[in-house]
């Protein structure tokens, strides 16, 4: 029989603790974060949630709204993309104003099997082929 208080209290550590992951291992395990709720619940500016599968940090404090969804408020969230540190390689996906690429941050481009690109740039929203300026291909050795 399954003890529910300790499949609580276990879950409850998870969660604590994933908070003190970084964004570049964090974005992996979404499914370790609360799920983001639109029913009156109050976030602050920092705090990762998790919604339809994908990780998303808070940009400024609100008290949620059903229409205020992380993935239709850009205002209120940033999606936590692969990569955006240098020390891993993700898959580009199409940042906006919220979470550009920085300099250093590496990625594949189109896909897993493409090549590796390191961004040039600060805010860089383009990805290698709109913008070959702001990239630069890595060959690892």
Known sequence: ???????????????????????????????????????????????????????????????????????AAPSLFAEVLPGQDGSDIGVWTQPDSTNPYMKGDRVYYPDTNGKIYESLIDNNVWSPEAYPAGWQEVVLS
């Open 1 to 71: 029989m399954v003890d529910l208080e300790r499949v609580r209290a276990l879950r409850r550590v998870i969660e604590e603790n994933a908070e003190t992951m970084t964004d570049e291992v964090a974005v992996y395990v979404p499914e370790l974060f609360q799920v983001w709720s639109g029913n009156g619940v109050e976030y602050v500016t920092g705090l990762r949630v998790s919604y339809n599968g994908k990780l998303y940090k808070v940009l400024q404090d609100h008290t949620s709204q059903d229409n205020w969804s992380p993935d």
